[in-house]
C-alpha cells in the first residue's frame, strides 16, 4: 500500500529522476545512499480548511479529501514516516531502490500542541479508546524494509513520464487542429 501512496509515488519520481540525470546512468555501475532521510505523510491529499468544520460536515464535497484520508488504513498505523532510502543503479540501468523505516504505533495527541487543536481532539478520543481502554501498547513499533526493481525503461518512464505525456497531448492537440482546418478547407 505504500507503494501506492500518492507522496510515495512522487517521493520514488524524485529518485528516478536524480538516477536518470546522474552522469553514470546507462555507462556505469553506481549507488545513491545520501539521501536524506524523507518525511512521508501517507494517507493522501487532505482538504484545506478548518479540521472542526470537516468533521462536523462529513458529507460536504469540499472536505471528501480528508474523509478519504480518515478511511485509508495507512493514516492510522503510520500517518507519517521517516523513510532511508539506498538506490543500486546496474550497469544496464536497471534499478533497485532499498526503502527503510521504523515507526512507532502511537495513536496519542501531540504532546507539544505541533498538530492543530482537532487533529489533537481527534488523536485524544481515539487514542484514549485505543491505548487507554481497549490497552493497546503505545511502544509498539511497526517497521518496512523492502526493495522495489525497475528496468531501464520503468525508471525512465517513472522520472520523465510526465512530461511525456504532455509533450504527446500537446502533440495531439496541434494535429487535431490541423486535421479541424484541413477539414474547413475541403468542406468549402
Same mark, same amino acid.
Given at each position: 500500500?505504500?507503494?501506492?501512496?500518492?507522496?510515495?509515488?512522487?517521493?520514488?519520481?524524485?529518485?528516478?529522476?536524480? /538516477?536518470?540525470?546522474?552522469?553514470?546512468f546507462? *555507462?556505469?555501475?553506481?549507488?545513491?545512499?545520501?539521501?536524506?532521510?524523507?518525511? /512521508?505523510?501517507?494517507g493522501? *491529499?487532505?482538504?484545506?480548511?478548518?479540521?472542526?468544520?470537516?468533521?462536523?460536515?462529513?458529507?460536504s464535497?469540499?472536505?471528501?479529501? @480528508?474523509?478519504?484520508?480518515?478511511?485509508?488504513?495507512?493514516?492510522?498505523?503510520?500517518?507519517?514516516?521517516?523513510?532511508? @532510502?539506498?538506490v543500486?543503479?546496474?550497469?544496464?540501468?536497471?534499478?533497485?531502490?532499498?526503502?527503510?523505516?521504523?515507526?512507532?504505533?502511537?495513536?496519542?495527541?501531540?504532546?507539544?500542541?505541533?498538530?492543530?487543536?482537532?487533529y489533537?481532539?481527534?488523536? /485524544?478520543?481515539?487514542?484514549?479508546l485505543?491505548?487507554d /481502554?481497549?490497552?493497546?501498547?503505545?511502544?509498539m513499533?511497526?517497521?518496512?524494509?523492502?526493495i522495489?526493481?525497475?528496468?531501464?525503461?520503468?525508471?525512465?518512464?517513472?522520472?520523465?513520464?510526465?512530461?511525456?505525456?504532455?509533450?504527446?497531448?500537446?502533440?495531439?492537440?496541434?494535429?487535431?487542429?490541423q486535421?479541424?482546418?484541413?477539414?474547413?478547407?475541403?468542406?468549402?
Open positions: 500500500m505504500i507503494n501506492e501512496d500518492p507522496q510515495f509515488v512522487e517521493y520514488e519520481k524524485e529518485i528516478a529522476k536524480k /538516477i536518470v540525470h546522474h552522469p553514470k546507462g *555507462k556505469e555501475f553506481f549507488e545513491i545512499i545520501d539521501l536524506p532521510l524523507r518525511g /512521508i505523510q501517507l493522501g *491529499k487532505r482538504a484545506k480548511g478548518n479540521m472542526l468544520d470537516q468533521f462536523k460536515h462529513p458529507f464535497v469540499k472536505y471528501r479529501d @480528508t474523509w478519504k484520508v480518515a478511511a485509508n488504513e495507512l493514516t492510522w498505523l503510520l500517518r507519517s514516516i521517516g523513510v532511508i @532510502t539506498l543500486v543503479v546496474e550497469k544496464s540501468g536497471n534499478v533497485r531502490i532499498q526503502h527503510k523505516f521504523q515507526d512507532t504505533f502511537d495513536l496519542r495527541a501531540s504532546e507539544d500542541g505541533s498538530r492543530s487543536i482537532e489533537d481532539v481527534v488523536s /485524544i478520543i481515539s487514542g484514549f485505543y491505548h /481502554i481497549a490497552g493497546g501498547n503505545d511502544l513499533k511497526v517497521r518496512g524494509n523492502w522495489n526493481q525497475y528496468s531501464k525503461k520503468d525508471i525512465e518512464w517513472k522520472a520523465n513520464g510526465d512530461k511525456i505525456i504532455e509533450e504527446g497531448m500537446k502533440k495531439m492537440k496541434e494535429k487535431l487542429e486535421d479541424r482546418l484541413k477539414w474547413i478547407r475541403d468542406t468549402q
